[in-house]
């Protein structure tokens, strides 16, 4: 993984705790940061011992603040374009890597940050924490999923008038309007979000994965496929070890023992 600087990786029995450590940046995305967050989501892919996923940002201020500027500054119409669908890539890859992954957010989430923590399956925020996308501000949009994202989240008028406005949200708004789904002290965000993570790891992780694959599916499916498909992996997660193991123990009032087959 290039520039480990950037980017640190923390694993933490079946955790791997991402930060991006730019924080006299605010922890900017630029491509350092890409490429550094691409080889941890591959290795997130490959790693069966890797079970979920926080990403946070360094420092008090920031989760990440953006992308970086200047970097943005000199691009050229195709430049920009390939820059949004290599960062559109990354972040699609991290939502289906089939493992739950939380958002720590931990200060400011605007533009690429807030992008970054919609891509996550479940976002934690600090009391201080903001949201925003503030491209217009710069005569751009989002380009790394903010105006696919964001509506699925909070609903159409609201993500336009985020967008349309680039106005922050603080996290008490975000939590009222489904962009995150826990508050708490800014102390104790990452506690919270290893809290949340720890309480998914101890369901069935094949049921968890088709949990997030159904949900991911059913966003963009018709109504008759969604449903035809969630019946599917209902009757896949059927054959398993684990539903034998979760029913057994319900019925036997104890607590399953999982071993994701």
Known sequence: MPAQDVLLLDLRDGIAVVTVNRPDK??????EVFAALAGVVAQVEADPAIRGVIVTGAGG?????????????????????????RGQG?????????????AAVNGFALGGGCELAMACHLRVAARTARFGQPEVKLGILPGYGGTVRLPRLVGRG??????????????????????????????AVLAEAEALLRGILAMGPAAVRQVIEAVDAGCTAGIDDALAGEAVRFGLLAGTEDMREGMAAFLAKRPPEFRGR
């Open 26 to 31: 605010l922890n900017a995305l630029n491509d």
């Open 61 to 85: 201020k920031a989760f990440v603040a953006g992308a970086d500027i200047a970097e943005l500054a000199g691009q050229t119409p195709a430049g920009a374009e390939a820059r949004a669908r």
């Open 90 to 102: 990354l972040f699609r890859r991290l939502e289906r890597c089939g493992k739950p992954v939380v």
């Open 158 to 187: 609201r993500a336009l008038d985020i967008l349309l406005t680039g106005r922050m949200v603080d996290a008490e708004e975000a939590l009222r309007i489904g962009l995150c789904d826990r508050v708490v002290e800014p102390e």
